[in-house]
């Protein structure tokens, strides 16, 4: 037997022995009488696993932008959950865990991508980690009586890690090569020669691509380090309330420090497969640190032991289930790699031209973009396959050298200059013809435009004429025309047709176009500086949503401002997101703290985030940054949101009026809330997979229809109770009145019946589909919502 295999057999033997002598010295009946004040809020604590577990694969997802491709967030999280279930086992497990996280990624990302995606995340998790247990140790010095030779090493600690942290930091801004010069190093020894010496070419690319993704995508990269911070903040949560649960009342500050603490005893027990023993046995002189019996600390242990037992189950589940999809080569894991693709699957392929005048002004900013830059992204958004701009040579120069050092010009966009020698209906006879495509889109470049007019103009899929967009019957700038249609145009336009404007005149006269009329207000001239001012009204106008009520309405008067000023600074909207998602967990701190002026002032936080909370969405229309991931993110963002409130409140109801009972409904609540975020998913996904925000809108439309089902009926006109813009609101008034646990209630009732409804309504939306009477989805939504975004607000 191999040295390093006795050195681990010998260890898990010790620890067996050292678990056995911590209960029989504890005593068993004392264990099983202090584990008896958990009971079923047990779950609570292994929801509370799970959470972290999920926040944990969304920050190794962020690690994946860039790659080309996009992974599942359920195949993550199974690959997240196999992965820690073998680093159960200890070190040999943990690789062995990285390695199947690597290689049932998804073949359609390279093997560089996907090693540097795994390491990333490990190092930031271990990174994040060094500096969660460097404020705890610097907390103890504070909190904690040590001895004088404790004091000296817990100072030392500090500061080895704050100057590791540093380094790293600073390798990492200044692009120090320290893997590959590590490897080169290594190679010296003959022993690692033959093994390393072929990696060499992955070992450099992996270590670029880990300076790219500080560098290319910041927004990621700190996304990612918040998203582990909140992972290590989870488990403080998780010592605090386990504690709590077991009748101690220690502070949050105590818990940092219990728990930075645990993750150096998890480092001293690496040697031992599973730490079975040592980490126990560290968990009990951390609450004798604290004053704390043996009994509290070998209970803290067995708790956080069965929580892991528990998700490692999952994993084991999880890697029968993708192995065995493997085997049979069915698995569906890249979601949409290219969005420009699926696009073109759903309507024919549309070419769309943009035309500027001589004298026009494309660069005229409206939402700090220029107008051209936003109809190149809207048409893009919309699924234009290809767009081509067509501008005079001078205009062209100075517009493409300011586009192109923005950076935010897709990758099909093409430039052209009229020619006198051929009219502009034979040149656009030419494009069809050169392009190939099915449809043509017209667009006046110097206006702006609500982007849904464009999804609107390049859904239109006739065979033959064509859609032209207007407003009191004039043209606005906007015409869909078949091939058919172009090609009569140039054999019948007069040649001396000048412009746009001209073209789309004659084609509503001579040719068989269906005329749509919008409303003014989706639309804008941009030629002077009143006419910009006036665009960048109705661009404010545009934020409003159709399925906005008096409580959102209310928010945007206050988040619009915010976020015209946000448009000015480099911020993303997932930054938006996140730094919302802060907010909330402040909230749900201060509501933990119980006592009157804690919770209003947690309440106060609540109705901060309910405001902050439009401001990414608000970001991402105005700089035209909106995703399906970023939909996705506020999604799970706004369900972390309701899981940190009301599990502070139920904390602090539990301290303040020692209502045990609280931490039961908190289970309920908790419970709901997960199951409401499962199903609503899986409706957005079934019913607008393209289109995911518009998914309260598609509910509301089906639901609308069936007006005499007493089930449906009842959710549409109550949904607006549990949106991030009302219950704050509710959650401040309950807060003032010192009445918080009616509220609390009410919401674990309301949170099940949130999910049975929405089942519910999947089911029947489904089986109405099944009998020819099709539920709408996101691309049948009718036009009259486009009107109806310009009138609101």
């Known amino acids: 037997m191999p040295r390093r295999w006795s050195i681990r057999f010998i260890g898990a033997i010790a620890g067996i022995a050292l678990l056995g002598y911590l209960v029989r010295r504890v005593g068993p009946a004392t264990l099983l009488e202090t584990l008896h004040r958990l009971g079923w809020n047990l779950a609570l604590i292994i929801a509370l696993g799970g959470v972290a577990h999920f926040v944990k694969t969304i920050a190794w997802r962020l690690t994946l932008a860039g790659s080309g491709s996009t992974v599942s967030l359920r195949r993550l999280f199974q690959l997240r959950l196999v992965s820690e279930a073998a680093g159960q086992v200890g070190a040999l497990g943990q690789l062995f865990g990285e390695g199947v996280r690597v290689s049932a990624m998804s073949a359609e990302i390279p093997i560089d991508s996907r090693v540097a995606s795994v390491t990333m995340d490990r190092a930031l998790f271990i990174v994040t980690g060094a500096f969660v247990s460097a404020l705890g140790v610097s907390a103890a010095l504070i909190l904690v009586p040590l001895g004088a030779s404790l004091r000296m090493y817990a100072v030392v600690f500090a500061v080895v890690v704050a100057s590791l942290l540093s380094v790293a930091a600073v390798a990492v801004s200044r692009r120090w090569p320290f893997l590959s010069v590590s490897a080169r190093a290594v190679l010296r020894i003959p022993f690692f020669r033959q093994r390393i010496e072929p990696q060499l070419p992955v070992i450099r690319s992996v270590e670029n691509r880990l300076f790219d993704f500080y560098r290319r995508t910041p927004f990621a990269f700190w996304g990612s380090v918040l998203l582990n911070l909140v992972?290590?903040?989870?488990?403080?949560?998780?010592?605090?309330?386990?504690?709590?649960?077991?009748?101690?009342?220690?502070?949050?500050?105590?818990?940092?420090?219990?728990?930075?603490?645990?993750?150096?005893?998890?480092?001293?027990?690496?040697?031992?497969?599973?730490?079975?023993?040592?980490?126990?046995?560290?968990?009990?002189?951390?609450?004798?640190?604290?004053?704390?019996?043996?009994?509290?600390?070998?209970?803290?242990?067995?708790?956080?032991?069965?929580?892991?037992?528990?998700?490692?189950?999952?994993?084991?589940?999880?890697?029968?289930?993708?192995?065995?999809?493997?085997?049979?080569?069915?698995?569906?894991?890249?979601?949409?790699?290219?969005?420009?693709?699926?696009?073109?699957?759903?309507?024919?392929?549309?070419?769309?031209?943009?035309?500027?005048?001589?004298?026009?002004?494309?660069?005229?900013?409206?939402?700090?973009?220029?107008?051209?830059?936003?109809?190149?992204?809207?048409?893009?958004?919309?699924?234009?396959?290809?767009?081509?701009?067509?501008?005079?040579?001078?205009?062209?120069?100075?517009?493409?050298?300011?586009?192109?050092?923005?950076?935010?010009?897709?990758?099909?966009?093409?430039?052209?200059?009229?020619?006198?020698?051929?009219?502009?209906?034979?040149?656009?006879?030419?494009?069809?013809y050169d392009l190939r495509a099915h449809k043509l889109l017209l667009v006046d470049g110097e206006n702006t435009y609500n982007p849904l007019l464009f999804r609107r103009a390049c859904e239109w899929n006739g065979d033959d004429g064509g859609l032209l967009l207007t407003t009191a019957g004039e043209p606005i700038g906007i015409a869909t025309l078949s091939v058919t249609c172009v090609r009569d145009a140039a054999d019948q336009c007069p040649c001396d047709t000048p412009d746009l404007h001209s073209l789309q005149l004659w084609l509503k006269s001579a040719a068989s176009l269906e005329c749509e009329e919008v409303n003014a207000d989706m639309w804008q001239r941009v030629a002077t500086e009143e006419d910009r001012i006036a665009a960048e009204h109705k661009l404010d106008r545009w934020l409003v949503k159709p399925t906005d009520g008096i409580f959102a309405r209310f928010n945007r008067r206050i988040s619009v401002p915010i976020s015209r000023q946000l448009i000015k600074l480099p911020i993303t909207p997932n930054m938006v997101s996140l730094f919302t998602l802060g907010v909330g967990l402040a909230a749900g701190l201060f509501f933990a703290r119980g006592g009157y002026w804690n919770m209003l002032a947690g309440a106060v936080l609540s109705v901060f985030a309910s405001i902050l909370d439009g401001c990414d969405g608000e970001v991402a229309r105005l700089k035209l940054m909106e995703s399906d991931f970023g939909c996705w993110l506020e999604t799970v963002c706004d369900w972390l949101y309701y899981l940190f409130v009301f599990a502070g409140i139920a904390v602090g109801l539990a301290k303040s009026l020692g209502q045990s009972a609280a931490l039961l409904w908190g289970c309920l609540l908790l419970f709901g809330a997960v199951m409401s975020f499962l199903v609503t998913g899986l409706g957005r996904r079934r019913y607008a997979s393209k289109r995911p925000e518009q998914y309260l809108a598609i509910w509301q439309a089906n639901a609308e229809k069936r007006r005499s089902n007493p089930i449906l009926y009842m959710g549409r006109n109550m949904e607006f109770m549990v949106r991030r813009c009302f219950m704050p609101y509710a959650l401040l008034a309950f807060a003032v009145l010192n009445v918080l646990s009616v509220v609390f209630f009410l919401a674990a009732i309301g949170a099940n019946l949130v999910w049975l409804?929405?089942?519910?309504?999947?089911?029947?939306?489904?089986?109405?589909?099944?009998?020819?009477?099709?539920?709408?989805?996101?691309?049948?939504?009718?036009?009259?919502?486009?009107?109806?975004?310009?009138?609101?607000?």
């Not at 002189?285 to 009994?295: G, H, W």
């Not at 409804?757 to 999947?762: A, D, K, N, Q, T």
């Open 231 to 432: 992972c290590h903040g989870l488990a403080i949560v998780e010592v605090y309330l386990i504690l709590l649960l077991l009748g101690v009342n220690l502070a949050v500050a105590g818990a940092l420090v219990f728990e930075a603490v645990t993750k150096l005893v998890n480092i001293a027990g690496s040697f031992n497969p599973g730490n079975v023993g040592t980490y126990e046995g560290g968990n009990v002189l951390i609450a004798r640190m604290f004053a704390l019996p043996a009994s509290t600390g070998l209970a803290v242990a067995v708790v956080r032991r069965v929580r892991a037992i528990f998700w490692t189950a999952v994993g084991i589940i999880c890697i029968l289930a993708i192995s065995r999809k493997l085997r049979s080569g069915s698995e569906e894991i890249v979601e949409r790699p290219n969005p420009e693709a699926a696009q073109g699957e759903a309507y024919p392929s549309t070419a769309a031209f943009i035309f500027i005048g001589e004298n026009g002004s494309p660069l005229a900013e409206v939402g700090t973009l220029p107008v051209l830059l936003r109809t190149i992204l809207g048409l893009k958004k919309a699924g234009a396959t290809t767009i081509v701009v067509c501008a005079h040579a001078a205009t062209r120069r100075i517009a493409e050298r300011e586009l192109l050092q923005m950076g935010r010009l897709p990758r099909f966009l093409e430039w052209i200059e009229p020619q006198s020698a051929i009219s502009l209906p034979q040149l656009l006879r030419q494009a069809v």
């Open 757 to 793: 409804i929405s089942l519910y309504s999947y089911v029947a939306f489904a089986w109405r589909r099944g009998r020819s009477k099709p539920g709408i989805r996101s691309e049948q939504l009718p036009l009259r919502l486009l009107n109806d975004v310009g009138h609101e607000g």
